[in-house]
């Protein structure tokens, strides 16, 4: 739900030229440790059922959208249009 918020507000800010609220980039980077931290936690329990267990799939989609968050993280820039595709792209 907070993917599609910031998403909206990230659309919002750049037809309207205003620059994001602070506490977006906050929260962002929030969700990204602590979903970095589950996956970290997953893999340290599964080893190699993380990539050959019937759930790898979903690990693999999970791994993704964290790396994806963490270039999201690494290319913010405020106002800037990378950021929003990045934002888009884990709706």
């Known amino acids: 739900m907070f993917i599609g918020y910031n998403a909206s507000s990230v659309l919002s800010c750049e037809i309207s030229g205003t620059e994001?609220?602070?506490?977006?980039?906050?929260?962002?980077?929030?969700?990204?440790?602590f979903f970095s931290c589950e996956l970290v936690v997953r893999l340290a329990v599964e080893r190699l059922l993380f990539l050959f267990g019937p759930n790898w799939?979903?690990?693999?989609?999970d791994s993704v959208l964290v790396l994806e968050s963490f270039i999201g993280l690494a290319t913010l820039d405020e106002g800037d249009a990378q950021h929003s595709t990045f934002t888009i792209g884990r709706v």
Not at 57 to 61: A, D, I, T
């Open 20 to 33: 994001l609220p602070s506490w977006l980039g906050v929260a962002d980077t929030m969700f990204t440790i």
């Open 57 to 61: 799939r979903w690990n693999v989609f």
